[in-house]
Structures are given as C-alpha cells and as structure tokens.
C-alpha cells in the first residue's frame, strides 16, 4: 500500500497498518480508483507534457504518434527547428474551406491538425525526407498496478486524487452523503465548476488556440 492509498483507506474508516477490507486483495478497488483520479486530472489540466520528434516523410500528410509508456491525449505546440518557426493548428473543415484538393498540396508544413486519437496530419504534405518536427504533447499516464510502481501525478494534485477516490468508495457502498462531499471536494480543488456560478457563466471544455492560417479568405 503507497502513501496515496493509505490516504484514501484512511479516510474511509479503516486502519491502513491493520487494515480490515483493503488488504492485498481489496486495495485493487482503490488503487483503480485512484488510476481514474490520475487520468481524469490529467484530462482535465493537460499539466503532463512529452516532447516527441517526429520524422516527416516526402509527400506523406499523416502521422501516427505511439508513446512507449504514456497515451497520447493532444498536441499544444509544434515546432520547425529547421525553420525556427511554429506550426499553427487547422481542421480539416477548415483545409476543406480553402481548398478542397488540399491533399495535393506539398512542400514545407505550415499546418498541423489533429485526426481520430492519436494520428496529426501535416499541411502541406512534406516535400523533402528526414524533416523533424517538435512536438509538445499532453499525454495521460501509464495506470499503475502495485505498491513499487510510481504515480505520474503532480504533488499539488496527490490530494485532489484521494477525494476522487474516496467520493468512488462511498458512491460503491451506496452512501450517497459522504460520496457527494468528497465528490465536492475533488471537483472544488480540481477547478471544476459545478451548479450556478453567482457571477458569471463558464463552459469547461478543452481547447487549443488556432492560428489564422489557412482561411477561406486567404
């Protein structure tokens, strides 16, 4: 049992030196919670970034990224290291709206745009091989599975994730009371706002900023 876990067992009543219900067997439950608790904040942030380098390849216009160990959520930035310039974020509507046999395009990217759950497309498609691409990605860490393993959570965030975990606990055993004040808790720590907010309206959701290029326009 790791120190997150003997929060979250802690704050259900058991003794996690001594415990009664969450021995080996039943600390799956939480530690599982505790897995949703690391995904769900790291969604909800995009505080866990990895650089990945991508090789491009003459007139290929997509690309599928595979972290070794991480999963892949979204890119926030892009750079041309040969260029020293950044790659604006487009659509496909958008590429679409420009010009629709923009697949034909090739020569150096100046867009980048993201496709399905882990595959980006370039445009224009790369005229040359072995040009590198920086990207900065937001990605979801590896679900860890015992005590030894590490926790890919930031230390500001370890409370936010017992909360979770505890609101998952009572919500299981049916006490709804006790399941809606962590549950609070999480969402009040965590940043997420819930009910009416007395002095101004705000949808959460997630977003990356998108260049002006290209337009129907230009």
Not at 121 to 136: K, Q
Not at 147 to 152: A, N, P, S
Not at 206 to 214: A, C, I, S, V
Request: net charge negative; with cysteine.
């Amino acid at each position: 049992m790791n120190d997150l876990e003997g929060q979250v067992v802690r704050l259900v009543g058991d003794d996690p030196e001594s415990p009664d219900v969450f021995d080996d067997t039943g600390i799956f439950w939480i530690r599982e919670s505790l897995n949703d608790a690391v995904e769900e904040l790291s969604l909800l942030t995009g505080g866990v970034k990895r650089n990945y380098q991508l090789i491009a390849r003459t007139g290929a216009t997509f690309y599928r990224l595979a972290f070794a160990r991480d999963q892949y959520a979204w890119v926030t930035d892009a750079w041309l290291p040969g260029f020293r310039r950044r790659l604006e974020q487009t659509d496909i509507f958008r590429l679409n709206a420009y010009n629709p046999r923009w697949q034909q395009n090739i020569g150096t990217p100046q867009a980048y745009f993201p496709l399905g759950n882990n595959i980006i497309g370039l445009w224009p498609a790369p005229g040359g091989n072995d040009l590198m691409i920086e990207l900065t990605c937001v990605v979801i860490g590896q679900r860890y599975s015992s005590d030894d393993e590490r926790i890919k959570i930031r230390k500001a965030w370890q409370d936010i994730a017992v909360h979770f975990a505890s609101a998952e606990y009572y919500a299981s055993v049916g006490d709804v009371t006790n399941a809606m004040f962590e549950l609070q808790h999480f969402t009040s720590l965590a940043g997420i706002l819930t009910g009416y907010d007395m002095s101004k309206d705000y949808r959460w959701k997630l977003k990356t900023e998108k260049g002006n290029y290209p337009s129907p326009t230009e």
